[in-house]
């Protein structure tokens, strides 16, 4: 009889710490990111001209009779994968996609004539420290570091051109809320994924 005490205490008390525990360590998540890096950075150079001059040579006659219209920057978008190696680390990969392009339209009418784009494919190493990691809310800051590829398209291009350089992104401060499979979760950082980025995320 005291062994079978002993027994349901043991068993018990093992239950109990792995509730509190909750080992999930692999989290999936999709993000949407604001304020990427590439914007800034490739504003001022991705495409030909400015403003019309208001003397052209014969080089410039097409931006005689084009103009260009407003920038346009969709939300960047990526996927990820990380794995919890203990109480505070985690490690993984993400991979984002960022597109932002700018509209030739015609002078005389105002149609859509060609389009200047510059498309951006990233891929990082990530490496994130949770500073708190109990109850429903948890935050932390990360690295990432890894190459893009993209690819540009001004005004007299017939085709894109294609370059790989380094990217990387920090992020200073995120918050992930959730204690069961499914969390959500909000970041302010600087870099290739946006100053501001917010998403979904499913531990197991």
Do not use: C
Request: overall charge positive; glycine content about 10%; proline content about 1%.
């Amino acid at each position: 009889m005291k062994q079978l005490f002993v027994l349901i205490s043991v068993l018990i008390a093992l239950s109990a710490k792995a509730q509190e525990k909750q080992d999930f360590r692999h989290l999936f998540s999709i993000d949407v990111g604001i304020g990427s890096l590439y914007d800034v950075r490739h504003d001022d150079n991705l495409y030909d001209y400015d403003v019309l001059p208001m003397v052209y040579s014969s080089k410039d006659y097409h931006q005689a009779q084009y103009y260009k219209d407003n920038t346009y920057h969709p939300a960047l978008v990526d996927v990820n994968y990380r794995y919890l190696a203990s109480k505070h680390w985690a490690y993984g990969v993400t991979a984002g996609f960022h597109t932002f392009y700018q509209k030739w339209r015609e002078i005389a009418t105002g149609s859509t004539y060609r389009e200047s784009r510059e498309t951006n494919l990233s891929i990082m190493g990530v490496g994130r420290y949770y500073w708190r990691t109990k109850n429903w809310v948890r935050t932390y800051s990360e690295l990432g570091l890894g190459i893009r590829t993209h690819w540009k398209k001004g005004f007299y291009d017939e085709s894109y051109q294609m370059k790989n350089d380094i990217t990387g992104h920090i992020t200073l401060l995120g918050v992930e809320v959730g204690n069961k499979h499914l969390i959500g979760f909000g970041e302010f950082g600087v870099g290739a994924l946006g100053l501001f980025r917010g998403g979904i995320g499913y531990r197991f």
